[in-house]
């Protein structure tokens, strides 16, 4: 239990100092008004030492001060200082400030185990992220579970389930059971203290069911797991033990701190934790923590420990060389450039499956993708032969606008004989009338007009 | 359970929660026996009259000297009001009103004090912090007159006066009111004479 907290001491302070000025100021002008003036400072500042005070107060003071500032600022900045620093862009609550009270995460690191619940949007990767940044940051080995995980979302830590990638989270629970085992062993020939060796599984509803073999290594390290130095964190949607697949095992939860993320009546994030042997439920403010997602950055490699294992065979190595290809005409940014792909082959055996966790950008005027030598050709061809843009389209595909350029090239090519459907009847000179003549262009510019509305 | 109840106290704050010491006593006085509750009458009485005095002069009166020019400008208002309130009701309630409304500038500070002192709401939260401010600026005076005679330093005096400020203003009171709870449960389990609770066993 702490002694006195920072607020309360701010408050003593305060009381001491402005009371203590107020109250001379009675005796040395009695009669006077003066004294209200320390008095309300006291009562000012020992209000801000109260958090719900200061949470709504402090945002109306910071306006009125921004308010008054602009003027000083371009003032400032008329007389040729800097010009003023912007105040940074309000963030909603999260990942506002790095600094933490210590309360809750020294709580919670000071626990073997944690279980954090927490449904979609409570703060529970939030938290969970934090603790293993913390943890790696520290130099502990943190290995983290998480069907959701993206490039640089754990720095520091081995993460793995990139694109729900089960079997590298298989692979790396069973590098994390041999540790285990390791340590076990290395504890029978004496050996008492070891690293910490931190596993964070995050939705492990989904981890701890869709992974075999995890459920057994979680019991584990709940029960055995801190004499080794193996800590245990899960990140779950809710309490119940069929979720973690715990049924008639709900004494091992016992072993873990649970904190529950929730909100409270005024939609401020607030934990409450269980105590494991007394039942004891303590609710903690949720100190404001960095918003992971902003850590996530396209990658020009895949993940290390991305799914390229098992039966990499002929339709891998395609894919592969589809992935990193160039685009066939510029404007387009290689694929391998733009977008973080996995390849998992025959995993299950006659399964392939290939993750793409980024797009590459448009090419630059719209276009997706130029149209093959030989489609175009088609396309001429089509025009040529007189073959309305539409069924050429419908039988050909590809890109749109390149196809109705080769349509167009193909078309203006047989308009140089356009008029070989339509035979010249003419005199025996080769004249032909001018009604004849007329016919014919009407006849032409018909059929152009029609394929025009066609294509339109 | 309120989430508000479940918030994690630190020391200093359950130190000044009057009302936790309260509910302690009266369950430690619940089950007394005779002679204990008798010692803890005692003892807690005479704790109490050393007490009383110095909360009565450096606490109630200096608040009450204080509000004087708060009740002098307030009084013939005051006195208008019992003075219907007696031809209405044709009873003798302006001395008692008066008394109330009088004493009630008075205590208020102290009552919001010890009912209020881990409370989290925002409103109360201010009052009860202006309460604190008030009470010790209004103390102060005395306070202060009486480090005076301790020491000529000027400093070390204003260092006094702020520490025994502090004490009679949230101390005395606080510990008063635990010593007066206590005697009143002590009487009651002296009345009642003595524990009444016996253990049963339910065997199936």
Same mark, same amino acid.
């Given at each position: 239990m702490t002694l006195i907290t920072t607020d309360e001491l701010a408050r003593g302070a305060c009381l001491l100092v402005f009371g203590s000025a107020a109250g001379m100021c009675t005796v040395s002008f009695p009669g006077s008004p003066i004294w209200l003036i320390p008095a309300a400072a006291a009562v000012g500042g020992c209000a801000l030492t109260v958090p719900e005070i200061r949470r709504e107060a402090l945002p109306s003071v910071t306006r009125a001060v921004r308010a008054l500032l602009p003027d000083r600022n371009r003032d400032a900045a008329t007389d040729g200082a800097a010009p003023p620093v912007p105040p940074a862009a309000p963030s909603g609550g999260r990942g506002k400030a790095d600094r933490a009270p210590p309360d809750l995460l020294a709580t919670l690191k000071d626990q073997p185990h944690r279980l954090v619940i927490g449904h979609t949007r409570g703060g529970k990767t939030t938290l969970l992220h934090k603790l293993a940044t913390d943890w790696a940051a520290a130099g502990a080995r943190v290995v983290v579970c998480d069907p959701d995980a993206a490039p640089g979302l754990w720095p520091g830590c081995e993460a793995a389930g990139h694109g729900d990638d089960r079997a590298a989270i298989a692979q790396m629970l069973h590098a994390v059971r041999a540790e285990v085992q390791t340590r076990r062993a290395q504890r029978a020939q004496g050996v008492r203290r070891f690293a910490p060796l931190h596993l964070v599984i995050d939705e492990a509803h989904d981890v701890v069911a869709g992974v075999p073999g995890a459920l057994d290594l979680v019991e584990d390290i709940a029960r055995r797991g801190a004499k080794l130095g193996v800590h245990l964190t899960i990140g779950v949607q809710d309490r119940q033990v069929k979720t973690l697949g715990l049924e008639g095992k709900s004494a091992i939860l016992s072993n873990f701190q649970t904190v529950e993320m929730?909100?409270? +009546?005024?939609?401020?994030?607030?934990?409450?934790?269980?105590? =494991?042997?007394? !039942?004891?439920?303590?609710?903690?403010d949720v100190p404001e923590l960095p918003d992971p997602e902003r850590l996530i950055a396209r990658s020009a490699q895949p993940p290390a420990h991305a799914g390229r294992t098992g039966g990499a065979g002929a339709d891998a190595a395609l894919l592969e060389a589809l992935l990193a290809a160039p685009p066939v005409t510029g404007g387009g940014a290689a694929a391998h450039d733009a977008a973080q792909a996995t390849v998992c082959v025959d995993r299950p055996p006659g399964h392939l499956t290939v993750n793409v966790t980024a797009v590459a950008g448009a090419p630059v005027g719209g276009r997706t993708r130029a149209l093959a030598p030989a489609l175009r050709d088609a396309y001429r061809q089509a025009g040529a032969a007189g073959e309305s843009f539409r069924a050429a389209y419908r039988r050909l595909g590809g890109n749109r606008n390149?196809?109705?350029?080769?349509?167009?090239?193909?078309? +203006?090519?047989?308009?140089?004989?356009?008029?070989?459907?339509? =035979?010249?009847? !003419?005199?025996?000179?080769?004249?032909?009338?001018?009604?004849?003549?007329?016919?014919?262009?009407?006849?032409?510019?018909g059929r152009e007009r029609r394929e025009n509305a066609e294509n339109a | 359970?309120?989430?508000?109840?479940?918030?994690?106290?630190?020391?200093?704050?359950?130190?000044?929660?009057?009302?936790?010491?309260?509910?302690?006593?009266?369950?430690?006085?619940?089950?007394?026996?005779?002679?204990?509750?008798?010692?803890?009458?005692?003892?807690?009485?005479?704790?109490?009259?050393?007490?009383?005095?110095?909360?009565?002069?450096?606490?109630?009166?200096?608040?009450?000297?204080?509000?004087?020019?708060?009740?002098?400008?307030?009084?013939?208002?005051?006195?208008?009001?019992?003075?219907?309130?007696?031809?209405?009701?044709?009873?003798?309630?302006?001395?008692?009103l008066t008394g109330i409304i009088f004493t009630g500038f008075t205590l208020l500070p102290s009552l919001f004090e010890l009912?209020?002192?881990?409370?989290?709401?925002?409103?109360?939260?201010?009052?009860?912090?202006?309460?604190?401010?008030?009470?010790?600026?209004?103390?102060?005076?005395?306070?202060?007159?009486?480090?005076?005679?301790?020491?000529?330093?000027?400093?070390?005096?204003?260092?006094?006066?702020?520490?025994?400020?502090?004490?009679?203003?949230?101390?005395?009171?606080?510990?008063?009111?635990c010593c007066i709870t206590v005697i009143i449960f002590g009487v009651l389990a002296l009345l009642r004479g003595g524990a009444r609770s016996v253990r049963a066993v339910v065997i199936e």
């Open positions: 929730l909100r409270d +009546a005024d939609g401020r994030r607030i934990a409450l934790l269980h105590d =494991p042997v007394t !039942g004891e439920r303590r609710r903690m390149d196809a109705l350029a080769a349509w167009r090239q193909g078309r +203006a090519v047989s308009s140089v004989s356009s008029c070989a459907p339509f =035979p010249l009847s !003419g005199n025996e000179n080769g004249v032909i009338p001018a009604s004849e003549r007329h016919e014919n262009a009407l006849r032409s510019c | 359970m309120n989430a508000y109840d479940m918030i994690q106290q630190s020391c200093f704050t359950r130190l000044l929660d009057v009302r936790s010491y309260v509910l302690a006593a009266r369950a430690a006085c619940a089950r007394l026996d005779p002679a204990p509750a008798l010692f803890m009458v005692v003892v807690f009485g005479l704790i109490t009259l050393a007490l009383t005095p110095i909360w009565v002069v450096f606490d109630l009166a200096s608040t009450w000297e204080f509000t004087t020019g708060l009740r002098t400008a307030a009084a013939p208002v005051i006195y208008e009001m019992s003075g219907r309130a007696e031809s209405v009701l044709d009873l003798p309630v302006g001395a008692l009912a209020f002192p881990t409370v989290r709401h925002p409103l109360l939260n201010l009052v009860l912090l202006a309460s604190i401010v008030f009470d010790y600026v209004t103390d102060w005076g005395k306070a202060a007159a009486l480090a005076a005679t301790w020491t000529a330093n000027r400093a070390l005096e204003v260092v006094y006066a702020a520490a025994f400020c502090l004490f009679v203003s949230v101390g005395v009171q606080a510990i008063l009111v």
